[in-house]
């Protein structure tokens, strides 16, 4: 499977244990838009990491799970190996309205995308955390939507055309009905 | 607000007390990314209504919610009336790889978007319900993500740049930090 450029893991923070599904659907849809893996941070729920474990092991490629990890850390971890920060809210520049994701493009950087829940930390939108404060849409939605929405964006769609390595079960798209492929 | 082309509405089928966050993301997503309303089908679940109805009235547009109707029957009350029905299901054909947008644009109809849970009706899948059957990537991942990505192609991103009607509630986009005005 080819690299995306940049890189990307997802950084989630602010799970409580009622966000479990929620929770899942950022990790599996970090996965199938390109990212390489996901950071659950501050908290230890390591269901997600054995759900997430499981549909990797049966449709490919390959995604790290990172459980509990305090969000500081990791921010300022991926800062020192050179990667820059986009943090997706709704405060954030407008995808569509601005040049925000040309500009994130353009530092060809490895990112860490922040996606929280409800509140975050007021910090989070600040220059010394987050490069770039980027929304999709500027009106409270989904951060599983606006996750999805800014890696179709970042990769340009190309996410959406890679086969997965190794895979046990393998769909082929078909305009009615299921196709399904076990090996 | 101009009315996108072509209009939309979602049918969120399946869902079930646990789903109740992915639901109202559901919800606001298809808000958010430009549909008409929500048809949360065969369950009698209220408080989603009033979860989004809260949202709309602070943040402007026009979004309907209808509660239990059966899913067949909605169905079938929308072919009458002309539109036609996409299902987003990750065996459908692939939204990156094939034509499907185009052609579903070109047929200027109202469309009705089936976005399931875990495990549709077999029949969803055939040509008595389901016009086309989308894939966004053709791997497991979120309904939600999956509505927004459709969407956004659908629309081409107009979707987001929209001046929602009658808000008390308004974000100026900005790099950093936070700017809401209320009204």
Redesign the interface.
């Known amino acids: 499977m080819m690299p995306l450029v940049p890189q990307t893991v997802v950084l989630r923070w602010g799970h409580r244990p ?2 479990f ?2 929770t899942t ?2 990790a ?2 970090a ?3 390109g990212a390489n893996g996901l950071i659950l941070s501050d908290v230890e729920d390591y269901e997600i990491k054995t759900t997430v474990a499981s ?1 990797t092991k049966d ?1 490919g490629g390959e995604f790290s799970i990172e459980i509990g990890k305090p969000w500081r850390e990791a921010v300022q971890e991926w800062r020192r190996s050179g990667g820059i920060v986009v943090h997706l809210t ?9 040049n925000v994701v040309e500009r994130i493009r353009g530092s060809s950087k490895k990112i860490l995308v922040l996606v929280g829940s409800q509140k975050v930390p ?1 910090e989070f ?3 010394e955390i ?1 490069d ?2 980027v ?8 951060e ?6 800014f890696l ?1 964006r970042l990769y340009q ?5 890679r086969t ?1 390595e190794k895979a046990r079960l393998r ?1 082929v ?8 492929i076990e090996n």
Do not use: C
Request: charged letters at 20%; a positive charge.
């Open positions: 009622r966000d599904r929620v659907h950022v599996l849809t996965r199938v838009f549909i449709w709704m405060y954030g520049e407008n995808v569509e309205t601005s007021r939108y600040s220059k987050s770039f404060n929304s999709i849409g500027n009106q409270p939605h989904s599983v939507a606006a996750l999805a929405v179709d769609g190309r996410e959406l055309d997965f769909v798209p078909t305009p009615h009905g299921k196709h399904l």
